[in-house]
C-alpha cells in the first residue's frame, strides 16, 4: 500500500479549466513533494513544501500552479488554465527527515 | 550531455534469470542513489537506498554504487515474472535544510517470460 493516498485516480478536464488534485499523507510528515511525469517521459520535480510552504519549485511550476495544505492534511496541487500539454500522471510524495522519497500512485490527468 | 543517463529497454529475460540494470551520471556531486519500481498506471516504488560507493543487499536485490565511474548497477536474482515492470533510477545531492530533490532516469522496462 502507498503511504500516501492520491485523490482521483483519474480526471478528465476541458483546457482552460481549473483542477485541484489532492495528497493524503498517512502520517505526519514535515516534507511534501509533486512530480509529473508524460507518458513515457521521466518523472520530472514540480514542487517541495516544507513546514507549510514552498521550499522549491522548478521552471515547470509557473504561475498556473499552486499548492496548499488548506487542513493540515490534505496537500493540493491546482492548476489553473490547463493546457494539452498539463496532461500527464501527477505524483505525490512525502519524506522523512533525511531518507528518500515514497510516491503516491498518482492521478492521471487528461486535458481534452 | 543529459545527468542521469539509462537504457530505456526493453529488456527481455526469462525467468530465473539474473538481470542487471544500470546507470550513468555524470554530476560528481551526487551522493544519494535510489531504485525504483513503477508498474504500468502506478506510482514509483521504492525498492532500494544507498549513500556512497559499495554493495548493498536486500533479498534478491543487490545495488551497486561506483562513484569513480559514476555508474550505478541494480541486480535482480532468481527474477519472477511478478518483476516485469519499469525500473527507475534516482540520485540526488544534499540540500541545505535536508530536502532532497533526486533526479530521475527514464526507466528500464524489464519482462520477465515464463
Known amino acids: 500500500e502507498p503511504e500516501v493516498t492520491q485523490t482521483p485516480s483519474h480526471q478528465v478536464t476541458q483546457m482552460g479549466q481549473e483542477v485541484i488534485l489532492r495528497c493524503v499523507p498517512i502520517?505526519?510528515?514535515?516534507?511534501f513533494y509533486w512530480y509529473r511525469q508524460i507518458l513515457g517521459q521521466k518523472v520530472e520535480f514540480l514542487v517541495s513544501?516544507?513546514?507549510?510552504?514552498?521550499?522549491?519549485k522548478s521552471e515547470i511550476f509557473d504561475d498556473r500552479f499552486s499548492v496548499e495544505r488548506p487542513d493540515g492534511s490534505n496537500f493540493t496541487l491546482k492548476i489553473r488554465s490547463t493546457k494539452l500539454e498539463d496532461s500527464a500522471m501527477y505524483f505525490c510524495?512525502?519524506?522523512?527527515?533525511?531518507?528518500?522519497?515514497?510516491f503516491g500512485d498518482g492521478t492521471r490527468l487528461s486535458i481534452l | 550531455q543529459k545527468e542521469v543517463e539509462q537504457d530505456p529497454g526493453p529488456l527481455s529475460v526469462p525467468e530465473g534469470a539474473i538481470v542487471s540494470l544500470n546507470c550513468t551520471y555524470s554530476?560528481?556531486?551526487?551522493?544519494?542513489f535510489m531504485w525504483y519500481r513503477q508498474y504500468s498506471r502506478k506510482g514509483p516504488e521504492l525498492l532500494m537506498y544507498?549513500?556512497?560507493?559499495g554493495n548493498k543487499e536486500d533479498g534478491r536485490f543487490t545495488a551497486q554504487v561506483d562513484k569513480s565511474s559514476k555508474y550505478i548497477s541494480l541486480f535482480i536474482r532468481d527474477s519472477q515474472p511478478s518483476d516485469s515492470a519499469t525500473y527507475l533510477c534516482?540520485?540526488?545531492?544534499?540540500?541545505?535544510?535536508?530536502?532532497?530533490?533526486?533526479?530521475f532516469g527514464r526507466g528500464t522496462s524489464l519482462i520477465v517470460h515464463p
Open positions: 510524495a512525502r519524506q522523512v527527515q533525511r531518507g528518500p522519497q515514497h
Open positions: 502520517s505526519n510528515h514535515l516534507y
Open positions: 513544501f516544507y513546514n507549510n510552504e514552498i521550499s522549491e
Open positions: 554530476n560528481s556531486a551526487f551522493q544519494y
Open positions: 544507498t549513500y556512497s560507493s
Open positions: 534516482a540520485m540526488s545531492v544534499t540540500e541545505s535544510g535536508g530536502s532532497y530533490i533526486p533526479t
